[in-house]
């Protein structure tokens, strides 16, 4: 996110807040609502918004299976690397 902010035109220091802030302003409002990331999500995406626009590519695209692949990889490693502390 950092690199693409900088692609946009940020320097390395504003790319750099933008992104951390982001991440942190996400992470508070899930750790503070009472509600589900999903519901969360929901919540926060305007209809015709530019939350809307970017999950709709990400679901377009196939991002959902990018970190389903992903995620398996890291867990069928971490079982490997289990089975080495045995």
Sequence with gaps: MQEIAQ??????KTSELI???TILGAAQMLNLS????KQL???VTSKG???EQA???FHKNGLEQIF??????????AKE???MLE
């Design 7 to 12: 692609k946009f035109g940020f320097d390395i």
């Design 19 to 21: 992104v951390n802030q």
């Design 34 to 37: 009472n509600t589900s990331a």
């Design 41 to 43: 999500k929901q919540d």
């Design 49 to 51: 918004g530019t939350t």
């Design 55 to 57: 999950l709709k590519f």
């Design 68 to 77: 389903f692949r992903a995620i398996n990889k890291a867990r069928l490693r």
């Design 81 to 83: 690397l289990s089975k």
